[in-house]
C-alpha cells in the first residue's frame, strides 16, 4: 500500500541514468577537448568529482540551505498551534517514523514545500499566506500532499536530481570559461581530428545538456506532484480538501522571479510557471487536472479510486504502480470538518497569523482599551507607549514574546500634566520646546493629534 | 581429473544457489517483521492520543466552568465519562467507555457555542484547538492502524511471503472496527 515508491522505481532509475549518461558524456567530451589522449578519462572523474562534492554537501546541509535560502523560520507548536497540530495529524495518518521539523516563510503568495531525508531529518515549510487563505481541511489537504512527498522519498529523489543538474549546469559554466582560457594544446599531429570532433560534440553538449537535463528533472518532478495528491487524498480521506485548496491557491499565485528555477518543482502549486505554460518546461501537471482527478475520486480515497479518476480525466499511462494498486482495499471517503468558514472567523485566522509573525520577530504584542493592536520592537526601553488611535498611555508589558493580555487595563500611571501646541500653519519645519524643557521637531508631514515628549513622556496636543 | 571439476563447478553453484535462497527468506523475513512493527507503532499511537484527551479534559472544564453556569450537568457527564475511561480495564470496556466520552464532549462543544464569551477567551481557544485535533489524531491513528494492519495481513496471505509467515507463525493483526456506526461522529443534539 505505501509501496507507492516503487511504482514509480524503474521510471526514475531511467531518468536518473539518463542524467548520468549526460554528466559523464559531458566530463569526457570536454576532457577530450583539452586533452585528446588522457583527458576523457580525467574529464569523466573530473565531472563525477564535482557532482559528488556537491551531493556530500546537500547531503550534510541540503535542507538547511534550501529553507534558508527561502527565508523559512523553524516554528514550535505554541508558536502557531494549528499549524503544528495539522502537521501532526498527517504525520500520525502517513505512518511516517518522525516529526518532520515545522517552517513559516513570512510571504502573502501562499505555497508550501517539502523537504529532507525522512527518517533522519525532514522539514516541512509554509508560507504565512497560505495559513491566512485556508480553512483546517484545506490546510489538512496540503500538508498531506506534503507529507506524502516526504514518504514517497520524493524530497531525496528531487534534491539527487537537482544535484545532478547543478552540476552539468556548473560544468558547463566551466568548459565557456575555459574554452577560452590558454591550454596545453597537444604536439602530436594524429590527435588534431581527434581534437576537432572532440570541440564540436563538447560545443554541443555544453548547449544541450543544461536544457534537456532540465527536462528530465521537471518531468520527474511532475509525476510525482500526481502521486503525492493521491497520498494526501489517501491520508486525510477527504480530497475535497486539497481541490478547494488548489483552486484557491491557483488563484493567488503571483508570478515570483525571485523564486529559484531548481527550488521550483518542491512548492505545492508551482511558483513560477504561468497558467498557460505547460509543457515539458513545467514543473508542476496543470492544477485544473489536479483539481478534476481530486473532485473525480467518486467511490472513495483509495488509490485505486486515484487512478480510476486519473485515466479517466488525463486519459492515457497509469500513474500509479500496478503492486501498490493490487494491494488496495476500499476506502471511504470522510465528511468536511465541522469548521465553518464565516468572515468572523476568517479574520480571527487573519489576526492569528498576524500575531505569529509578531512572536516570530519576538514583538512584544499588546492591545490598547480602545481596540487598536500594539506592537512592540524587542528591547524596547519606554516603560509606556502612546496609542495611536486614543492618545492613552499604555504600559509596555515586559512579558516575554507570547503574552498577549487580552483584557488590558487602563493604565493607572500618573501622566505628566498635558500641554498643547498652536501650529503655525506654516507648511515647514517647526520647532517648540515641551514644558520640561526639550525641544521638539514637527516635520510638515506630522498630521497626529497628539504627540508625546521623548524626555519626560507628556503627551502634547498639536492644534 | 575433469571430475573434480565439474564436481567443484556443481558445489559451488549450489553454494550460491543456497546462499540466494536464504538472503531471500531473510529478506521476507525482515519485511514481515518491519510490517508487523509499523501496526504495532501505529497502535501505540492510539493509546497516546487517548492519554492526551484525557489530560485535556479537568482543563477545558475548569475552563468553562466559570463563563457556563448553567451547563452543570452536561460538564459533570464530560468528568464522569472521563473517568470511567481512565478507568477502562479490559479493550472491549475501554472501546466503549471512549465512544461515551466522545459523545459527552461533542455536547458540550454545541453546549459552548452559545457563550460568546467563552468563545472570546483565549484559553478556551487555545484549548478547543488542542482537543479537536487530538480528535482528529486519534482518527488517523485508528485509521493507520487499520492501513498498517491491512497491509501487514496482506503480505501474511500472498506467495510467497505466506510461506515465511507459515513457517514462523505469523498472526494476523486484527483490526479497529468501531461498532456502532454513530460512535464514529459526534453526536448531534436537538433542542
Known amino acids: ?463 | 581429473m575433469s571430475g573434480t571439476i565439474i564436481l567443484v563447478v556443481v558445489l559451488v553453484g549450489l553454494g550460491l544457489v543456497l546462499v540466494i535462497a536464504l538472503a531471500t527468506v531473510a529478506g521476507m523475513y525482515n519485511g514481515l517483521i518491519r510490517r508487523r512493527n509499523e501496526a504495532k507503532n501505529a497502535w501505540a499511537q492510539i493509546d497516546v492520543q487517548l492519554k492526551r484527551r484525557h489530560d485535556l479534559i479537568p482543563n477545558l472544564v475548569n475552563t468553562v466552568k466559570g463563563y457556563a453556569t448553567h451547563e452543570q450537568k452536561t460538564l459533570e457527564n464530560v468528568i464522569a465519562a472521563r473517568n470511567a475511561a481512565v478507568g477502562a480495564g479490559t479493550i472491549d470496556d475501554k472501546i466503549k467507555a471512549e465512544g461515551a466520552l466522545t459523545g459527552a464532549l461533542g455536547r458540550l462543544m454545541v453546549v459552548m457555542e452559545q457563550y460568546p464569551d467563552l468563545k472570546a477567551n483565549q484559553n478556551f481557544l487555545a484549548l478547543q484547538e488542542e482537543l479537536t485535533s487530538t480528535e482528529n489524531k486519534l482518527g488517523f491513528s485508528r485509521q493507520a492502524y487499520n492501513d498498517a494492519s491491512t497491509q501487514y495481513n496482506n503480505s501474511l496471505e500472498v506467495f510467497p511471503s505466506n510461506i515465511i509467515a507459515g513457517m514462523f507463525q505469523f498472526k494476523p493483526s486484527t483490526l479497529f472496527e468501531v461498532t456502532n456506526e454513530k460512535e464514529r461522529e459526534a453526536p448531534e443534539v436537538k433542542f
Open chain 1, 1 to 463: 500500500m505505501w509501496e507507492a515508491i516503487q511504482s514509480n522505481k524503474r521510471r526514475s532509475i531511467l531518468l536518473v541514468s539518463l542524467m548520468a549518461a549526460l554528466l559523464v558524456g559531458l566530463g569526457f567530451a570536454i576532457g577530450g577537448f583539452i586533452d585528446p589522449r588522457r583527458g576523457p578519462i580525467g574529464g569523466v572523474l573530473g565531472a563525477l568529482a564535482v557532482w559528488g562534492i556537491l551531493w556530500w554537501v546537500a547531503l550534510l546541509q541540503g535542507d538547511q540551505i534550501l529553507l534558508a535560502t527561502a527565508g523559512a523560520t523553524r516554528i514550535e507548536h505554541d508558536q502557531a498551534p494549528l499549524l503544528f497540530n495539522v502537521v501532526d495529524e498527517m504525520r500520525i495518518a502517513s505512518g511516517l517514523e518522525a516529526m518532520p521539523e515545522v517552517y513559516v516563510m513570512e510571504d502573502e503568495v501562499p505555497n508550501a514545500f517539502a523537504v529532507g531525508r525522512p527518517p533522519r531529518r525532514c522539514a516541512v515549510a509554509v508560507t504565512t499566506g497560505l495559513l491566512r487563505l485556508l480553512d483546517r481541511d484545506e490546510l489538512q489537504g496540503v500538508i498531506g500532499h506534503e507529507i506524502g512527498h516526504l514518504k514517497n522519498r520524493d524530497t531525496v529523489f528531487m534534491m539527487l536530481v537537482g544535484i545532478m543538474l547543478g552540476a552539468i549546469v556548473l560544468i558547463s559554466d566551466f568548459f565557456i570559461r575555459v574554452r577560452w582560457a590558454p591550454r596545453r594544446r597537444s604536439r602530436d599531429d594524429d590527435s588534431g581530428g581527434a581534437q576537432v570532433i572532440f570541440m564540436v560534440v563538447s560545443i554541443l553538449l555544453v548547449l544541450l545538456a543544461p536544457v534537456l537535463a532540465q527536462m528530465i528533472y521537471f518531468a520527474c518532478s511532475r509525476r510525482r506532484e500526481y502521486l503525492a495528491d493521491a497520498s494526501s487524498a489517501r491520508f486525510t480521506r477527504y480530497p475535497e480538501g486539497l481541490a478547494s485548496a488548489l483552486e484557491k491557491l491557483q488563484v493567488s499565485q503571483v508570478r515570483r522571479a525571485e523564486v529559484n528555477r531548481v527550488l521550483a518543482p518542491m512548492y505545492i502549486v508551482s511558483p513560477v510557471a504561468v497558467a498557460s505554460a505547460i509543457g515539458l518546461y513545467s514543473t508542476h501537471p496543470p492544477t485544473q487536472d489536479r483539481v478534476r482527478i481530486l473532485r473525480g475520486m467518486a467511490g472513495g480515497a483509495a488509490f485505486t479510486d486515484y487512478e480510476a479518476a486519473y485515466q479517466k480525466i488525463v486519459g492515457r499511462g497509469a500513474c500509479i504502480g500496478q503492486r501498490t494498486l493490487a494491494g488496495e482495499g476500499a476506502v471511504d471517503l470522510r465528511k468536511a470538518g465541522p469548521e465553518g468558514r464565516s468572515k468572523e472567523e476568517t479574520v480571527r485566522r487573519s489576526r492569528e497569523v498576524s500575531r505569529m509573525i509578531g512572536r516570530l520577530g519576538n514583538l512584544i504584542q499588546m492591545t490598547c482599551p480602545c481596540g487598536v493592536g500594539i506592537k512592540v520592537p524587542p528591547g524596547a526601553s519606554f516603560e509606556t507607549i502612546t496609542c495611536p488611535r486614543c492618545g492613552r498611555e499604555n504600559p509596555v508589558p515586559k512579558a516575554g514574546p507570547t503574552g498577549i493580555p487580552q483584557d488590558a487595563p487602563a493604565p493607572s500611571l500618573p501622566a505628566p500634566e498635558a500641554m498643547r501646541y498652536e501650529r503655525r500653519e506654516s507648511g515647514s519645519w517647526e520647532s517648540f520646546r515641551c514644558a520640561c524643557g526639550h525641544a521638539i521637531q514637527l516635520a510638515p508631514s506630522f498630521s497626529a493629534p497628539h504627540l508625546q515628549c521623548p524626555a519626560c513622556g507628556r503627551t502634547i496636543e498639536i492644534a
